[in-house]
């Protein structure tokens, strides 16, 4: 056997120590050097750009892709009058007598837009062509081509035109703007106020920005200044790629204040594709009418937070009904992109193939459901009546202190007195209590309830009913489809607890 000194044991117990100390601080720095690897790494993935010392050179190319829009029409019936007025009390005042008829009178607009293919196709807005009579595009070059208008949507104000040309054109070609991040530089070049091609530079201020220029708004906004004469011009960014097509300003002034619009490319590639094609657009349609989710509407759904869209009514015969979407459910998401907020659903449909079969996931009673959706074609929407059947009875005001609503059947002096519909159901609202929460949501006589909280109501004792169960189980709001002048709205009522 052998043995250790006292002395000889302290030893080894030291330099034992001494090597687990050395190991814990080797492997502390190789976990720092490995950190430190990581987020250097991370930061070079998501660095921006640094600021380009100029942008000449990325600029030098683009500019002959970029061109001028100049469009003339014919002024005609009221209008025309009104300048012949004016011309002639101007030389009557003058003492030159009535002016020289004049048998045709025009007016004119410039706009910008940019080559999308060497073959002749040019991009701009809708209005800038809109009631056009003649269009010409004028190059960077001087060089002037008559256009013809291969088509046009209002709704997304975009337009193609077509050139002849004797050579292949300076293009240019789009960008993903969903990759394009809000303080991304982004260069825009058009003809502001008819002086011209003119750069200007900036960042993106914001991302689908909504202005209520229509249904499908979601713009790019920038601080790159945006003037008159600029609408249809591209907006690039640093790879010289059109992410947006500048549309509309905010100003107050009529002249740049930097907050500029443009349209997304991902809108706008479809649509531009879809008029090189065939000229014009096609729509992917659902056939529901929706509403936001409000944070009482949320409670009252049982929904965990405020997001989706609400469905108010379906479309006779629509794909939705096609499909068993029905009133009250939350639409959650859309071919597997989340419906954040309920204007982000219109757009995505739009965008959606005429007869593509899609997974649409709603909230229905608690729970969520998938269901397939085969899409039709944009048309006009119709909505669907009530289909309940009822017998209503009277009930006390006093029935109905938690909602401050006094409520009766649907009787034929009523019917009357609020101007419903022979067809009309649900049980109608005879009295709203000045102050009670029914009054609070801008509930009024002759609103018709034709569910709570996504149940039929057949008579005014259900209402009252289920209004008391949701009070009993502890919810604080309830969910009331309203019928009102032929249309339905979702109303998250709060319940008093008193």
């Not at 269009?135 to 002849?164: I, N, R, W």
Request: glycine share 10%.
């Amino acid at each position: 056997m052998t043995r250790i000194s006292t002395r000889q044991g302290h030893k080894a117990v030291v330099l034992a120590a001494v090597r687990q100390a050395a190991a814990r601080q080797w492997l502390l720095g190789v976990a720092v050097l490995l950190s430190a690897l990581m987020a250097l790494a991370w930061s070079a993935a998501v660095q921006a750009r640094p600021t380009p010392d100029s942008f000449a050179d990325l600029v030098e190319g683009l500019l002959p892709t970029v061109v001028n829009i100049q469009t003339r029409q014919t002024i005609e019936g009221g209008q025309a009058e009104q300048f012949e007025e004016f011309f002639k009390e101007f030389f009557e005042r003058r003492g030159e007598g009535a002016p020289p008829p004049q048998q045709r009178r025009r007016g004119s607009s410039l706009g910008s837009g940019f080559v999308i293919d060497p073959s002749g196709f040019i991009v701009t807005n809708h209005h800038v062509i809109a009631d056009a009579d003649e269009v010409e595009v004028v190059f960077a070059d001087g060089t002037k081509l008559e256009a013809t208008v291969v088509g046009s949507d209002k709704d997304t104000d975009l337009a193609l035109l077509k050139v002849e040309a004797d050579r292949a054109l300076p293009s240019t070609e789009w960008g993903d703007s969903d990759q394009t991040r809000i303080g991304d530089w982004v260069v825009a070049i058009g003809n502001p106020f008819g002086l011209g091609g003119t750069v200007t530079a900036g960042i993106v201020s914001a991302r689908q920005r909504d202005i209520n220029a229509g249904r499908y708004d979601n713009f790019i906004q920038t601080d790159a200044a945006i003037n008159k004469g600029n609408s249809g011009g591209p907006m690039f960014n640093l790879d010289g790629q059109v992410v947006g097509v500048n549309t509309a300003i905010f100003s107050p002034s009529g002249g740049s204040v930097g907050i500029g619009f443009a349209t997304p490319s991902s809108m706008a590639k479809n649509i531009i594709a879809q008029l090189r094609d065939s000229g014009e657009v096609r729509r992917g349609w659902l056939g529901v009418r929706i509403q936001n989710v409000t944070d009482e509407l949320a409670e009252g759904l049982r929904l965990d937070r405020p997001r989706g869209a609400l469905v108010a009514a379906v479309t006779e015969g629509g794909p939705a009904e096609a499909a068993g979407i029905k009133q009250g459910d939350v639409i959650l998401e859309f071919d597997g992109r989340p419906v954040t907020e309920m204007r982000r659903l219109p757009a995505m449909v739009a965008e959606t193939g005429v007869g593509a079969t899609v997974d649409v996931k709603i909230w229905r009673r608690s729970k969520e459901e998938t269901v397939k959706v085969e899409i039709g074609e944009l048309q006009a929407e119709q909505l669907a009546s009530a289909p309940a059947d009822q017998s209503p009875q009277q009930v006390d005001p006093d029935e109905m202190e938690s909602l401050g609503l006094a409520l009766g059947k649907i009787t034929p002096e009523l019917r009357a007195r609020f101007e419903l519909d022979e067809d009309t159901k649900g049980v109608v609202i005879t009295e709203v209590e000045e102050g009670g929460s029914g009054a609070e949501k801008g509930l009024r006589p002759g609103d018709v309830i034709v569910e709570v909280d996504q149940e039929e109501v057949q008579t005014p004792a259900e209402v009252v009913e289920k209004v008391e169960k949701a009070k009993s189980e502890g919810y604080r709001v309830v969910t009331l489809l309203v019928f009102r002048q032929g249309d339905f709205q979702w109303v998250a009522v709060r319940i008093d607890q008193s």
